[in-house]
């Protein structure tokens, strides 16, 4: 790990670092699969599983069967079921509490506003099993989902090498109730869920991490469906002073090291911690020392970073809560590591990376509802808007635009 001063250029490559997805090679391959599949769709899919997963399937091998869900649950150990089941009530309490809701308001001048909130009709999940299934992605993306009322929701996952998928990842699916599932990954998955195929049907949303080709294909096919947000490699701060546990801010940041390219950032007033944590972690290339002056100064750093997680491993640390702005998900104190957040807390772990956070929030039950705006007017609260529509028209010369409103008065 690398030990910068809070006004050096080395942060502020940090500040300014961004999710690379504009490296031609990649951009001109992902452009050709999606391409592809819109003109060739289910006869693109298998070509693409037997080229990148070397899998050699049919067209009704694609979707995994009732029967492969059932068998799923001798493969698995009878108590990550009770775990499960724990999982799922944390995330239904927190995500209820989130549901945004209809509203309507009667003006006594005849006027009728309102908001109706709709979930979303069909949704994509994307499930990443190259270097390993991320099970917990499959309750961290559907469960948002399912509570903000989406009924319909698709999953697809890269099968391995024999062509089967991940029994955590068919367990957990099947508890969910989300009954269709296909053995695709890649591009050419997203493609399939954003224009459809004979046997896929497309969706409004796509949502789920991937690898770099996943992301771009989601930026391409961005307008045809939405998505979630665009993600990249994971990443962590620290805030931490001499009063700090130095070994529970050594294994937060060693735990980054499990992710390629992910990005662990210590920020301390303290040069003896500042000393330690370098020694313990010479070999972390993606692992930076951040010095300052005092803990409201490591805030402000962490605001400029605007990191994917945030750890607060200082005494009280819920008085720094108003100060930070820029963050995915904020953990507070020492005993509310990230993995408590990756996998049981509840607020899902689909967080902005790349700086991202200063605009981008985590996944809500929000992204899976749409909002249509009611407006109704009575003919005497519409006469005495009349003078202050006229002189906007005016103003930019939609002279009809007027006229459809005087009309009505003739």
């Known amino acids: 790990m690398k030990i910068i001063r809070s006004n050096s250029k080395d942060l502020e490559k940090l500040e300014t670092r961004f999710i690379d997805l504009q490296k031609k090679r990649i951009k001109e391959r992902v452009d050709r699969i999606i391409h592809d599949v819109r003109l060739n769709g289910d006869d693109a899919l298998l070509r693409y599983t037997r080229k990148f997963d070397g899998v050699k399937m049919t067209l009704k091998q694609m979707q995994v069967t009732e029967a492969e869900k059932s068998a799923a649950y001798q493969d698995i150990k009878p108590e990550f079921i009770s775990t499960l089941k724990k999982i799922i009530a944390n995330i239904t309490k927190f995500y209820t509490k989130q549901k945004k809701h209809s509203w309507k308001q009667f003006n006594q001048d005849g006027v009728f506003l309102g908001e109706k909130i709709d979930p979303l009709g069909r949704v994509g999940v994307y499930v990443p099993a190259g270097t390993a299934p991320l099970v917990s992605c499959v309750y961290m993306s559907v469960l948002p989902a399912q509570i903000a009322g989406v009924k319909d929701i698709v999953l697809v996952t890269p099968p391995d090498k024999n062509g089967h998928v991940n029994p955590h990842i068919l367990v957990v699916a099947d508890l969910l109730k989300v009954s269709e599932i296909y053995r695709i990954g890649g591009a050419q998955a997203i493609a399939a869920l954003a224009f459809g195929t004979k046997t896929i049907k497309k969706v409004d949303k796509i949502v789920g991490p991937g690898n770099n080709y996943v992301t771009e294909a989601k930026r391409q096919v961005f307008g045809y469906c939405d998505i979630d947000m665009l993600a990249g490699p994971t990443e962590l701060v620290v805030i931490a002073n001499r009063n700090s546990c130095a070994d529970f801010v050594l294994s937060d940041l060693a735990a980054q090291a499990e992710h390629a390219g992910g990005l662990a950032v210590l920020i301390t007033p303290s040069k003896s911690l500042a000393k330690q944590v370098k020694q313990a972690l010479p070999g972390n290339e993606n692992g930076y020392i951040v010095l300052v002056k005092n803990l409201d100064e490591a805030v402000e750093v962490s605001n400029r970073i605007a990191p994917e997680h945030l750890e607060i491993l200082t005494n009280n640390p819920r008085k720094f809560v108003k100060s930070?702005?820029?963050?995915?998900?904020?953990?507070?104190?020492?005993?509310?590591?990230?993995?408590?957040?990756?996998?049981?807390?509840?607020?899902?772990?689909?967080?902005?990376?790349?700086?991202?956070?200063?605009?981008?929030?985590?996944?809500?039950?929000?992204?899976?509802?749409?909002?249509?705006?009611?407006?109704?007017?009575?003919?005497?609260?519409?006469?005495?808007?009349?003078?202050?529509?006229?002189?906007?028209?005016?103003?930019?010369?939609?002279?009809?635009?007027?006229?459809?409103?005087?009309?009505?008065?003739?």
């Open 324 to 410: 930070v702005k820029n963050t995915g998900s904020l953990f507070l104190g020492p005993y509310s590591p990230v993995a408590i957040g990756d996998y049981f807390a509840g607020p899902s772990h689909v967080l902005p990376t790349g700086g991202t956070a200063r605009f981008f929030s985590g996944l809500t039950t929000n992204d899976f509802l749409r909002s249509t705006h009611i407006i109704s007017y009575s003919k005497k609260s519409l006469e005495e808007s009349r003078p202050h529509i006229e002189k906007l028209c005016q103003i930019e010369g939609l002279i009809k635009h007027f006229d459809s409103v005087k009309k009505r008065f003739d």
